[in-house]
């Protein structure tokens, strides 16, 4: 996914060879960095205790390291937003890692969507909603989890997640077709073991 305000200027490979020696360049690149961590960690760390705040850590570390690998990038045909999801991927797993040794994990907290809410009762429904995308995510595949996540909270393309995990276009959106199937048969089987209990 291309950054809004550098989508016409050049590829995020490109700006970030040419950021090392460029200062407002790479604050556009590192804003850029910024805004995709923060979706990915977002997406990834929502379920979690203080999962708003715990995804802005882990974005800020995210960005530090991206800044800090930048000297040693190599553009080999791979895009830059698989270099920051290899980076990202690895600072989510460890907070996830620290966030169930400290037996902190709580699914109801939900991420911040940013709107005012109506009423009490349409926020209590959001949560439960929230709540119950995050468990149904949470029971995917690791594999697939990771594709949606991209996918979806990344913006990213077919062909730019298939190069970040390996896979082709095509098996990318294979994929996501089956993450997404599973999810309406996982979440139709809640909705049918909740009208039983109902009943």
Known sequence: MPPS?????????????????????MDALMRDVRTVS????????????????????VAQEI???VFQALPRFEDQGVPFEAFV????????????????RSRHVLVE??????GAVASAESEV????????????LDSLPDHLREVLVLRVAMGLSASDVG?????????????????LQRL????????????????
């Open 5 to 25: 305000h550098l989508a016409g200027e050049a590829d995020l490979s490109d700006l970030a060879h040419r950021a090392m020696g460029d200062s407002e360049v």
């Open 38 to 57: 923060h979706r990915y960690c977002r997406a990834r760390l929502a379920g979690y205790r203080d999962g708003g705040q715990l995804a802005d850590d």
């Open 63 to 65: 960005c530090i390291a």
């Open 85 to 100: 999801y290899a980076i990202g991927s690895r600072k989510v797993a460890d907070a996830q890692r620290s966030a169930y």
């Open 109 to 114: 907290a939900v991420p911040d969507l940013g």
């Open 125 to 136: 429904l959001d949560r439960f909603e929230a709540k119950d995308v995050l468990e149904l």
């Open 163 to 179: 190069l970040t995990m390996g896979m082709t276009a095509g098996a990318v959106r294979i994929a996501q077709h089956r993450a």
């Open 184 to 199: 309406r048969e996982l979440h139709r089987a809640r909705e049918a073991t909740r009208g039983e209990v109902q009943a």
